[in-house]
């Protein structure tokens, strides 16, 4: 049973399809691309999705390339202050990230500092 606001959308759709306003848009005519998102938690799914649409990344994949951008610049750099300065970065960009996700421990990413302090600590 349509309610009375349901009846006014209807005739609505209705008049707009005589109108051909449905007429020649994008996809018209081709199937549906279904996009698999059991892997987003279903609390999410309708956030994600307008990000999407919007082109935006969701924080924790920005948040992951910046870190993977981090590693390769301290890859590149020379044992200085400036590096120093730039592993600090990265370790608070890690921490920033592992409490973004609210996962278990076991599952955070490790923060870069530790080989050191282990390599010295043997040393």
């Not at 969701?58 to 202050?81: H, Q």
């Amino acid at each position: 049973m349509i309610n009375g606001f349901g009846k006014i959308v209807e005739e609505r759709i209705r008049l707009a399809q005589l109108k051909g306003d449905f007429n020649n848009l994008p996809g018209s005519g081709k199937p549906l691309e279904y996009q698999d998102d059991v892997h987003v938690p279903e609390d999410l799914r309708l956030a994600y999705k307008i990000l999407k649409n919007a082109d935006c990344l969701p924080p924790e994949i920005e948040l992951k390339k910046e870190i993977v951008r981090t590693e390769e610049l301290i890859a590149g750099m020379e044992d200085t202050p400036e590096k120093y300065r730039a592993i600090k970065k990265l370790n608070f960009l890690i921490m920033k990230f592992n409490t973004i996700r609210n996962t278990s421990a076991h599952f955070e990413l490790p923060q870069k500092y530790m080989e050191k302090v282990v390599d010295r600590i043997e040393k």
